[in-house]
Every structure is written in C-alpha cells, then in structure tokens.
C-alpha cells in the first residue's frame, strides 16, 4: 500500500507546513502553543501534527506577516480583526498602514547606514 503525503491528502506534515511557510519546526510548534494557528489536527496512529487546508492558510498568511517584520502580538491582532470581518476592515487597513510606516522607516534607517 503506498502512503500518500501530506501534501496529497490536504493534510500537511510539520516538515511539510515548515517548507510551506518558511517557519521552522519549533516556530510552528511554538505559533500553536501560544494561540495563533488555533488547534492543530494530530493523525490518530501517530499523534504527529497534520496541518488541514484552512490552517496551512492562515500559517502561510502568518509567514507572510512576520517576513514584514510584524511582531507576535501585530500577528495576534490581526487575526482577531479577520475574526470580526468586515466591520473590522477599517482597523485592519490601519494595523498595515501602520506596519508599512514601520517598514519605511526601517528602510531608511538601513540606506542611512549604507552612506
């Protein structure tokens, strides 16, 4: 019988969300244990974690946010923001208004130091 990958089920290993995302392991496991990626499904024989669809996007969204410098708790907000829907959009637009600020002054920062 040949075993199909977590990538051909749906269901992505940690290795495979790890590759995915750009996390590592401990990062994933950590991002899980503090309330971000919610409850992470666990394969019945093995109890090893099995990331479904709906979680893979939101790590892939994490991933995402923190490649911008977002802090763990800029990630936290925004997903209680996505969790308040549309009426929340206009706070949203603000937490990456913000962190785009952040990152342009980061910019600068590093091109000052480059002169």
């Not at 969300?17 to 309330?35: N, V």
């Not at 763990?72 to 923001?81: C, H, I, K, N, T």
């Not at 913000?98 to 091109?111: C, F, N, R, V």
Request: hydrophobic share 40%; charged share 25%.
């Amino acid at each position: 019988m040949v075993r199909a990958t977590g990538e051909q089920s749906g269901h992505l290993t940690v290795q495979e969300m790890a590759r995915r995302s750009g996390f590592s392991e401990p990062t994933l496991r950590y991002y899980e244990r503090i309330g971000l990626l919610g409850e992470v499904a666990r394969d019945a024989s093995s109890g090893h974690r099995r990331y479904a669809p709906a979680t893979a996007e939101r790590v892939v969204a994490l991933a995402c946010l923190r490649s911008s410098g977002m802090t763990v708790s800029g990630m936290r907000r925004y997903l209680d923001l996505l969790a308040e829907g549309d009426s929340a959009a206009a706070a949203q637009r603000d937490l990456f208004a913000a962190q785009a600020d952040k990152l342009a002054a980061d910019i600068e920062q590093s091109q000052l130091r480059l002169t």
